[in-house]
Each structure stands twice: as C-alpha cells, then as structure tokens.
C-alpha cells in the first residue's frame, strides 16, 4: 500500500516552530526578522507565488518589505533596489522572484545578493558553500524535500537516492544535500538514455524536471520512495511529473500534487529568513 506524504501537516509544523522562535529573537536579541520580496513585472503567477510568501512571512512575525518594478525596468534599476536592501539593517533576507522578464540577467543580480541574506541559497557564493560542505543558506525546495524525508523516517545513509532533473534550483542542490547526508546519488534528467532502467534502481526518487507526468510505474522499484517536485496546470487539474495515479500500491512512499512538496518551499523559505537573522550582520 503506498502512503501518501502530507507535506502540508509538516510545512505547518515548521512555519508554527519558525513563529515561536522569532518570537524569542525578538524578546532575546530586540531583532525583528525581515524578508524583502522583489518582483520585476506584471507575471500573474509570480504574483500569486510573492503575495502567499508575504502573508507567510506577516503570519510567522517578520517584518515584510516589497519592492515592485515595472516589465521595462532596465538591470541598473533592479541592482539599485538589490543593492538599497543589502544595506537596510532591518532586512534579514532578500528574496528576487522568478523567472524574470526578458534582457535582464537574473544570475548577475542575485549574485548582487549578500550572501548572508541570500534566502534562496541561489548566489554563487552559497552554491560554492554548499558544494564544500560549508554552513550556509540552502535552497528551500531541496531543503523542504530533505526535511518531509526526516520527518517520515526515511534512512537516507546508504540508500540509493536517484534526482531527475539538474536545474540549479533543485536538481543540482538536491544531489548534493543527499552526498552530504551519506546517500549514494545518481543524476538524471529527461534527456537520460534508457532512463526507466536508471530510475528502477532507486530507493529514493526525486524528480524535479519539469515534465508533466514523466514518470511512471515502469520507472520505480516496488517499494521506493517518490518525491514529485513537479506542478503543472492541465486541462484535467495540477498534475505534477509524475504520473501519480501508476504508483498506487505500487511506490511505498509519495508525495501527492499538490500538497507534498510546494507547501515546503514557503515554509524553508520562513526557516531561511530566521536563520539569516540569527546569524547577524550578513557577509558581502
């Protein structure tokens, strides 16, 4: 019988645990927590994506800063306003929304993010930290994804952890994450030759492709662990990348869409700006 991961009772048991302890920030240290949210355009869906992670932040107690531009604003306008929060002693993290509109480099600008207010984990600095194995700010999905595994008792030392998918948004950080927690680790991604026959080998699936309904039962082990990253809008509802419906009965372990991995993202998110207020004044 496969079991369903309700993402949505965790990602509550974190944004609850991350509103307790700012409270004890505020009462021991005198410091609010706040996150700026930066969003470049009129894109619906991003909006959508910025206002739920705002009413998170005002929900957990943190102060909430937003700074909306324009489609045509130009580079030099976007750095202005990442630079201004950089500086601003009462923002704990910076949050630029993606994807951005077109002729604007979105590497170099959240790479104009300080490191220690990067809540994303997406600047190189924090990518090269946690390829060294350094302490720093991950990536909230990979990150959400590792805590639903804790949370359900899944042994990660050892195991056979195959990701799907190696954007530098999940896939890549993902594979990574599971190294450093002592599981063996294969990457593949949609373009993976005879890819059924790499992903029946693993205890552990995590598929962040982008691909609806990628995945099915010929691709998992009896038993395994699916992780569906995936979400997409269809004509028949939200559908994630994997073909869900095969795995009933089939995987032991799977994440449903919605309701598994996206409530994470906000609530690592809310993690994130909490730990980088913890820490203090951020490193350039």
Known sequence: ???????????????AWVADEVACTVRERGRVPGLATVLVGDDPASAVYVAAKRSAIREAGMGDVH???PPHASQAEVAAVIDELAR????????????LPGGLDAGALIDRIPVGKDVDGLTTTSAGLLARGADGLRPCTPAGVLKLL??????????????????????????????QRDATVTVAHRHTLRLASVTRQADILVVATGVPGLIGADHVKPGAVVVDVGIHRTPNG??????AGELDGHAGLLTPVPGGVGPM??????ANTLAAARQGPSRS
């Open 265 to 270: 993202t906000i609530a690592m998110l809310l």
């Open 88 to 99: 601003d002693p009462d923002v704990t993290g910076i949050l630029l929304q993606l994807p």
């Open 67 to 69: 700074r909306a531009l």
């Open 238 to 243: 939200l559908q994630g990348d994997v073909r």
């Open 150 to 179: 804790d949370t359900e008792g899944v042994a990660l030392r050892g195991a056979h952890a195959v990701v799907v998918g190696h954007s530098e948004l999940v896939g890549r950080p993902m594979a990574r994450m599971l190294l």
């Open 1 to 15: 019988m496969t079991t369903l991961i309700d993402g949505k009772k965790t990602a509550r048991e974190v944004r």
